[in-house]
């Protein structure tokens, strides 16, 4: 783990602050065995805005998700969330400053502000809608099952599934199954979303379903980065669009990107989507 360089960041690993961004990826790599995979990735994503991550199969986005929720551990760089950096802090020794890694209780904690929605819905299949939206907040966060069952159905609610919450998820479409997996998510009260491709493994007519419930939870004010092909939802919700392709980010900017690509690749990238 590189040691920080002190851009702006405090004794503590602070950075950005109450109105600074909701997420500084700064200098990131993540190495699996022989393949580097990410190779100095920056980016910042300011709070209330909804990130889209473009980029071909294999270029490291899901990772770069993986790193943020801290499924996975990077091999050097930073990730500040909320402005706290994850996964380490800086310790006084009389050596100077040292990285430590977190222990679980506060990595669980960090990971906790964050709620990722993932290609496959992941739902328990032996659990109805509403038991599946309980689960963590009852579980997890020791949530009175009283409390937690209203709060699931107001989910559940938001999600458009009022008259769905007894169904069990294969007993429900696709679609209805990504949006319990947002109710799921969402029921955790979390400070940012991640999707990683939620509409890929829908059939075509369910894609306009989830991508709503999307659009509607980034209008009520959700901080989202959303790995995605559907260029419609990065051109009209996203803020910043980014393209990722060999595990750098080759272009980053408002979604006007898309209509006007500065680089042969993702020009070439956006011919095989659009
Ligand atoms: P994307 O989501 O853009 O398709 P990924 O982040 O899933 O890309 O993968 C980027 C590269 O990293 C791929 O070559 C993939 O095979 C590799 N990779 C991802 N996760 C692992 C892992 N746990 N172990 C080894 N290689 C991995
Ligand atoms: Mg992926």
């Not at 509607?216 to 790995?227: I, N």
């Not at 009209?236 to 990107?257: H, L």
């Amino acid at each position: 783990m590189d040691e920080a360089q002190g851009q702006g960041l405090s004794a503590a690993g602070q950075a950005g602050g109450e109105d600074g961004p909701a997420i500084i990826i700064r200098q990131v790599h993540k190495v699996f065995g022989d393949l580097h995979v990410l190779k100095g990735v920056d980016l910042e994503v300011m709070p209330g805005t909804v990130t889209a991550i473009l980029g071909p199969s294999g270029s490291g986005k899901s990772t770069l998700l993986r790193l943020i929720n801290q499924l996975e551990t990077r091999t050097a760089g930073e990730i500040y969330v909320d402005g706290e950096l994850t996964g380490y802090k800086y310790v006084q020794t009389r050596r100077g400053r040292v990285l430590q890694t977190l222990d679980e209780k506060a990595i669980a904690r960090q990971r906790s502000k964050i709620g990722m929605v993932f290609q496959r819905f992941n739902l328990f299949p032996h659990m109805t809608a509403l038991e599946n939206v309980m689960e963590a907040p009852v579980h997890v966060a020791a949530v009175p099952k009283a409390q937690a069952r209203e709060e699931a159905l107001a989910q559940l609610d938001r999600v458009g599934l009022a008259d769905r919450v007894d169904y069990y998820p294969s007993q429900l479409s696709g679609g209805q199954q990504q949006r319990v997996a947002i109710a799921r998510a969402l029921a955790m009260h979390p400070d940012i979303m991640l999707f990683d491709e939620p509409t890929s493994a829908l059939d075509p007519e369910l894609v306009g379903e989830v991508l709503g419930v999307m659009r509607q939870v980034a209008g009520e004010g959700m901080t989202m980065v959303v790995v995605t092909h559907e260029m419609g939802f990065a051109r009209e919700v996203a803020e910043q669009v980014v393209f990722m392709d060999g595990g750098v980010v080759v272009e980053q900017g408002g979604p006007e990107i898309i209509d006007n690509p500065a680089t042969g690749r993702f020009k070439g990238f956006l011919a095989t989507v659009l």
